[in-house]
């Protein structure tokens, strides 16, 4: 009997995690334990940047400032970093997947992907602007922002590479 409340209790908890909001999902629920670089598969370059074992991509190791979507696009195509000047901002499915192989779990910030939702509401993309994906960077919740300047929605960006 002592059991059912925690089973209860585990129930909600996970209902909450799948995220009630409209246009909103989720990474999967089953929390991974908290990985450094060192102890994952991203591999810390020393210079500012971490690679991805997994996908060969390349990473900007510590996030750019808040900015607008736009200013997030400009900021990486402008970033020279290690020696490099081939960075793009990434898409929704890289930032789930550097997340999902333990990297970038420190910080509670949203981070702009590459990506609009052509999907999301286009009465309201007619009125805020696209709605582009962003990864939630401790959780790896995935959502969407309102990517025109007007709006003035800030996240940082964290651009990428191909490795080669």
Known sequence: MQAK???IVL???TF??????????TAPTKAPAKASVGDSGIKDNGD????DKKTGLMWQKDESKDMTWPDAQKYCHDLS????SDWILPKKDQLVSVWSDGGFRSLDDFTWSSEIDPDYAPQIQL???PMVWSV???TGEVSHGAGSESTKLLNP??????AK
Not at 48 to 51: A, E, L, P, R, S
């Open 5 to 7: 409340p925690s089973l």
């Open 16 to 25: 909450s995690a799948c995220g009630t909001a409209v246009g909103q999902a």
């Open 11 to 13: 129930l909600v908890i």
């Open 136 to 138: 939630k960077s401790k």
């Open 127 to 129: 009125r805020v602007g």
């Open 48 to 51: 500012g940047t971490v690679t």
């Open 81 to 84: 970093l290690a020696a490099h």
């Open 157 to 162: 960006a964290r651009c990428i590479r191909v």
